[in-house]
């Protein structure tokens, strides 16, 4: 009994040892079925000979391209973006011309009567009462001046039209007897030709009267339109302000509730600047033209005080209407008085008015303000090139106040230089992050007359 356990751990000795050579079998027949791939040995490849060319390595295609070519190209793009968001504001403004056109013109009737209702106010009448009266009062004051022109002109309609026609046969004189060798069957060629073509056009003439019934019911509805913003803008101004400031972005809303003021005192300051100017031109080239006895000398002041709005065109177009007049009713000495006038007063209007009047409050340059006009113009006609001029200088004001605003903002956030090159150091961003100065919030503007619309 003795001998038992002795046998059995042989025989599990044993067993374990059966059990690992069938093991290493088992791996070494599974290595004899992966087949083995041997891999012929790479070729040598010989060096190339000692007088083959050097090949350059191939730089990055975008080190290739010239620094000037990378930057156009950036600034390129951008400039299609910009472009192509202009167009389609173009597009949409285009689309709703009338409504822009009558909010504008309200916006520029509301920054010449909202120093009145600012007074009145002052004086102790309610809110409502003051936009009342001075709204009521203003568009009265328009509209008998419209009904003023329209009742001059159809009042000396018959004077007018025999005066034309005698001046018409005295500069057809003039020209028989001048050294122009104009013989009179030229001129009665140009009448049949003139007569020949409004026969042949009758059609036209009278589907561009159709269009000018539909013109008229445009023009009404807009200046209805202008009437109720401009009641609105009056009344409730600062509000619709304070609103319209919601709708910035929260980073930008400082600096634009600080060029708003501004640009509503470049706005106002443009508007009477305009109107002063305007009346001073009227009431100059009104008299000289009364003196000179040129007929409807009332209704052509009136035209010269409108077209006095459109800055450049307007008052050669107004001057030139003048002198037409003068010429075709009074004769050719006449008409050198009148162009006299025009020229001298307007001479008088851009050498000293404009200055002394509007003064440094509104700046363009005098290529701006042709451009503007023209592009205006060419956008939407005469209420284009009329709106065209204030917004340029309301953007110009705005731009600037805001790069301003920038800088301020910039050298704020720098900390300032220490130690000895604190003198004539340029502040630079600290090393280690340091608490910067805290930036004082702007306090509200104050609600002075002439900077924003209450």
């Known amino acids: ?63 290739a391209i010239p620094w000037g070519m990378r930057v156009a190209a950036e600034a390129g793009w951008r400039l299609l973006v910009l472009a192509g968001t202009l167009w389609v504001l173009m ?9 822009v056109l009558a909010f504008v013109a309200a916006l520029l009737v509301t920054a010449m009567l909202q120093p009145t209702v600012a007074r009145l106010k002052k004086l102790g009448l309610p809110r409502g009462l003051a936009t009342a009266v001075t709204a009521i009062a203003g568009f009265i004051i328009m509209g008998l001046v419209g009904w003023f022109v329209v009742w001059q002109v159809m009042d000396n309609l018959d004077n007018l039209s025999d005066r034309v026609r005698d001046g018409i046969e005295e500069l057809k004189r003039w020209l028989l007897d001048s050294p122009f060798h104009v013989t009179e069957q030229q001129i009665n060629d140009i009448a049949k030709n003139l007569s020949d073509t409004i026969g042949t056009n009758t059609e036209e003439i009278t589907s561009a009267g159709l269009q000018g019934v539909t013109v008229m019911v445009e023009i009404l509805t807009g200046i209805l339109l202008a009437m109720f913003s401009t009641l609105f803008l009056l009344y409730d101004g600062k509000r619709i302000w304070h609103w319209v400031l919601k709708l910035v972005p929260a980073q930008a809303r400082e600096g634009v ?13 443009y508007v009477r600047g305009t ?3 305007a009346l001073i031109d009227a009431i100059f080239i009104g008299l000289g033209i009364y003196f000179l006895d040129v007929p409807m000398a009332v209704p052509l002041a009136v035209f010269i005080f409108l077209f006095a709005f459109i800055p450049l065109v307007g008052a050669v177009v107004s001057g030139a209407l003048a002198v037409v007049v003068a010429l ?25 008015l404009q200055p002394f009047i509007l003064g440094r409050a509104v700046r363009v340059h005098p290529l701006a303000v042709v451009l503007a006009v023209a592009a205006g113009g060419l956008t939407a006609g005469i209420g284009g090139a009329v709106v065209a001029v204030p917004l340029v200088a309301v953007t ?12 301020e903002q910039t050298l704020r956030a720098s900390p300032p230089p220490h130690g000895a090159t604190a003198v004539g150091a340029e502040p630079t961003q600290a090393p280690s992050p340091a ?11 104050p609600a002075v007359a002439g900077e924003v619309p209450e």
Do not use: C
């Open 91 to 99: 597009r949409i403004i285009s689309a709703v011309q009338l409504v």
């Open 328 to 352: 075709v009713t009074q004769g050719v000495f006449t008409a050198l008085m009148v162009l006299i006038v025009v020229l001298a007063v307007q001479q008088l209007e851009g050498h000293v």
């Open 257 to 269: 509730a600080g060029a708003g003021p501004r640009a509503w005192r470049t706005l106002t300051a």
């Open 1 to 63: 009994m003795s001998r038992l356990p002795g046998w059995l751990a042989g025989l599990g000795a044993g067993l374990t040892r059966m059990g690992e050579r069938l093991d290493e079998h088992r791996s070494e027949d599974a290595d004899d079925d992966v087949p083995v791939v041997v891999l012929p040995a790479p070729e040598s490849v010989p060096p190339p000979p000692a007088y083959a060319p050097a090949v350059a390595a191939r730089p990055d295609p975008v080190a």
């Open 396 to 407: 110009n004001t705005v731009v600037g106040y805001l790069r301003a605003y920038g800088k």
């Open 275 to 277: 109107v002063i100017v």
């Open 435 to 445: 608490p910067a100065p805290p930036t004082p919030t702007p306090s509200p503007a």
